[in-house]
Nanobody, 122 residues
Framework: EVQVVESGGGLVQAGGSLRLSCAAS????????IGWFRQAPGKEREGVSC????????YYADSVSGRFTISSDNAKNTVYLQMNSLKPEDTAVYYC???????????????WGQGTQVTVSS
């Protein structure tokens, strides 16, 4: 019943921007933490950002702090990841997930989307 679906990935030049969307169904955002994660070829999955709509808590990985912004729109039941000043090292498949606590540890999330590809060219 609980589902999240990512969209918004694509190809962008270094320095450009993308906005990723995570559409939630089967639950309301106040009841779950939403995290964004990414996995690049040959690397392990890493946490990028997470949010609790209930508390307003937000966290960012050091590698994206100051460039990415996570937000939630409860009316649309959607979480966004605004990605600015993109770098080639941001290239990865990006996933959103729903979990019980606010953390960027992927092992603590239960419900995962299918992923959306972000490619940043130099």
């Amino acid at each position: 019943e609980v589902q999240v679906v990512e969209s918004g990935g694509g190809l962008v030049q270094a320095g450009g921007s993308l906005r990723l969307s995570c559409a939630a169904s089967g639950f309301i955002l106040d009841d779950y933490a939403i995290g964004w994660f990414r996995q690049a070829p040959g690397k392990e999955r890493e946490g990028v950002s997470c949010i609790s709509s209930r508390t307003g808590d937000r966290y960012y990985a050091d590698s994206v702090s100051g460039r990415f912004t996570i937000s939630s729109d409860n009316a649309k039941n959607t979480v966004y990841l605004q990605m600015n000043s993109l770098k080639p090292e941001d290239t990865a498949v990006y996933y959103c997930a729903a979990g019980g606590i606010v953390t960027i540890d992927p092992d603590l999330y239960d419900h995962w989307g299918q992923g959306t590809q972000v490619t940043v060219s130099s």
